[in-house]
């Protein structure tokens, strides 16, 4: 199936926990299929669940 959204966040495990996200690739291996998902800023406490740009782009895959 195509992923729509994907959903990050934080654990606050650290003493510097905060993170910026560009962006987001996700891969599955097997096919070459991929999704971008763009946030360009902080991720905010509690979350944020991120709409694909662009869906299943295929990719040759080359796993060593």
Same mark, same amino acid.
């Given at each position: 199936g195509e992923l729509v959204t994907a /959903?990050? @966040?934080?654990?606050?495990?650290g003493l $510097?926990?905060? @993170?910026h $996200?560009?962006?987001?690739t996700i891969t599955h291996l097997a096919s070459g299929r991929a999704w971008l998902f763009g946030l360009q800023? @902080?991720?905010p406490k509690g979350g944020v669940t991120i709409?694909?740009?662009? /869906?299943?782009?295929?990719?040759?895959t080359h796993v060593y």
């Open positions: /959903r990050v @966040w934080l654990d606050h495990a $510097l926990d905060a @993170w $996200l560009d962006s987001l800023g @902080w991720v709409p694909a740009k662009a /869906r299943a782009v295929v990719h040759s």
